[in-house]
């Protein structure tokens, strides 16, 4: 079964430091999200890309969030500094433009204390 | 508000029940409705798509959307503890990126 693979699955670090995490799409798939999830707000899309290029961020705080794809295989969001409002689960996804739906990866839960 | 709104529950019922989930939203120019299951500690998953209005079944699972009203539901039949889960609905107009409701908690008690 084709999967979206983030790393790292958990993470806990400290305010005002800098956390990097990392998504392998699908082989072939040419749209990659950024989403993150909280309780309170559920699932809110950060930013998207199709085909490497980079579609829309208006999701993200734009000082602190930073997100690229340097290749076909792996996209990454950063967060400089981190702040504790900032925990929640961030989900990547990855889907074919005109496919139905995306499939998700399993997440990371950051946690910044 | 959000452009898709969904009652968080929790819902509890008996095995067996039929469930019934609702969302509703507010753009006029969404085509497409999903229905995503996520477990626990996992990245939703697919469960059905519908185009337009309409229902679509698939084994237990029925989708219905109702453009007139704004109104999309997913009925389960013979509820399992297996569909003990978390049923977030998804819209969007096939030029943007999915929009979600907050997702409802369900939970079929053995």
């Given at each position: 079964d084709a999967r979206v693979t983030q790393t790292p699955r958990h993470k806990v670090t400290e305010m005002g430091q800098e956390v990097t995490m990392r998504c392998q799409p699908i082989l072939g798939h040419n749209t990659v999200f950024w989403y993150r999830q909280t309780m309170m707000q559920g699932l809110e899309l950060l930013a998207y890309f199709r085909n490497r290029a980079p579609l829309d961020d208006s999701g993200m705080p734009k000082d602190r969030f930073s997100a690229e794809?340097?290749?076909?295989t792996l996209a990454t969001l950063k967060i400089?500094?981190?702040?504790?409002?900032?925990?929640a689960v961030y989900f990547c996804a990855s889907g074919l433009q005109t496919d139905y739906g995306y499939t998700f990866g399993s997440g990371t839960r950051l946690t910044v204390v | 508000q959000k452009e898709v709104e969904q009652d968080p529950g929790p819902l509890s019922v008996p095995e067996g029940a039929i469930v019934s989930l609702n969302c509703t939203y507010s753009?006029?120019?969404?085509q497409y409705f999903m229905w995503y299951r996520q477990y626990s500690r996992k990245g939703p998953e697919l469960l059905m798509y519908t185009y337009s209005s309409g229902n679509k079944e698939d084994g237990r699972f029925t989708a219905q959307v109702d453009k007139s009203s704004k109104y999309i539901s997913l009925f389960i039949r013979?509820?399992?503890?297996?569909?003990s889960a978390t049923y977030l609905c998804a819209s969007y107009s096939g030029n943007t990126p999915l929009v979600f409701g907050k997702g409802t908690r369900l939970s079929v008690i053995a």
């Open positions: 794809m340097p290749d076909a400089q500094p981190s702040e504790p409002r900032d925990s | 753009n006029s120019a969404f013979d509820s399992q503890p297996s569909d």
